[in-house]
Nanobody
Framework: QVHLVESGGGLAQPGGSLRLSCAAS????????MGWYRQAPGKQRELVAT???????NYADSVKGRFTISRDNAKNTVYLQMNSLKPEDTAVYVC????????????????WGQGTQVTISS
């Protein structure tokens, strides 16, 4: 029973930056990994980035080199620093969490946030 709350979304100009945060609260024993998905109208849901508890990260090709995911394990909070933003980054960004390595490997996310809107336009 983990509640995920995203923040930091909003409007930015192309080439600008935003930093998203996702705080996990509630009663749970552990989280193996957290990640960010994004969903835009007319597009498939895309896994943007993931980070495991010990720090290993993965990124979608579309954001590699521009976005950085990080985590504060003590605070159960994950961040997504988004730089060099493009209009195609416009989407609802959703934070997720998984509780085991096996579920992480099959992309099963036990917990989902409600999302935060990111809009990139000039």
């Amino acid at each position: 029973q983990v509640h995920l709350v995203e923040s930091g979304g909003g409007l930015a100009q192309p080439g600008g930056s935003l930093r998203l945060s996702c705080a996990a609260s509630g009663r749970f024993f552990s989280i193996y990994a957290m990640g960010w998905y994004r969903q835009a109208p007319g597009k498939q849901r895309e896994l943007v980035a993931t980070i495991i508890t010990r720090g290993g990260t993965n990124y979608a090709d579309s954001v590699k080199g521009r976005f950085t995911i990080s985590r504060d394990n003590a605070k159960n909070t994950v961040y997504l620093q988004m730089n060099s933003l493009k209009p195609e980054d416009t989407a609802v960004y959703v934070c997720t969490a998984t509780v085991s390595e096996s579920e992480y490997r099959r992309t099963y996310n036990a917990y989902w946030g409600q999302g935060t809107q990111v809009t990139i336009s000039s």
